[in-house]
Nanobody, 119 residues
Framework: VQLQASGGGLVQPGESLRLSCTASVNIFGINFMGWYRQAPGKQRELVASVTSVGRTRSSRTNYADSVKGRFTISRDNGENTLYLQMNSLKSDDTALYYC?????????WGQGTLVTVSS
C-alpha cells in the first residue's frame, strides 16, 4: 500500500491549509484512517482520525484537544483520499504531518508533508 500525502506548506498564523493523502488501494472497506504529526523534538501524536463502521460505513471522527474546532478530517472513498482541513493555524501546528491507515491487518504510513506556520 502506498500513501501519497500532499498539501503542506508555509503559511501565516490564522491561515488555512488542506492536506490530502491518496492511497493506492480502495479505501471503502478500511475502518481506521488518521493524521498524525511530529514537531521537532516531540513525539508523534494523533491529530485526527476517522473510523467507518457497520454496513452503512458511517463515520466517527476523533480529534486531539489542541485542534478541535479548527481541523476537520474527511475521506472520499471514491477518490481513495483522506483529507485534513486545517483552519486558524497556529505556530504550534508546525510539524510534519503523516497519514496512516490499517489495511488487511497491517498499518501503513505516508511519507509526511511539512506544515510550517510562521509570521
Amino acid at each position: 500500500v502506498q500513501l501519497q500525502a500532499s498539501g503542506g506548506g508555509l503559511v501565516q498564523p490564522g491561515e488555512s491549509l488542506r492536506l490530502s493523502c491518496t492511497a493506492s488501494v480502495n479505501i471503502f472497506g478500511i475502518n481506521f484512517m488518521g493524521w498524525y504529526r511530529q514537531a521537532p523534538g516531540k513525539q508523534r501524536e494523533l491529530v485526527a482520525s476517522v473510523t467507518s463502521v457497520g454496513r452503512t460505513r458511517s463515520s466517527r471522527t476523533n480529534y486531539a484537544d489542541s485542534v478541535k474546532g479548527r481541523f476537520t478530517i474527511s475521506r472520499d472513498n471514491g477518490e481513495n483520499t483522506l483529507y485534513l482541513q486545517m483552519n486558524s493555524l497556529k505556530s504550534d501546528d508546525t510539524a510534519l504531518y503523516y497519514c496512516n491507515l490499517d489495511y488487511l491487518g497491517a498499518n501503513y504510513w505516508g511519507q509526511g508533508t511539512l506544515v510550517t506556520v510562521s509570521s
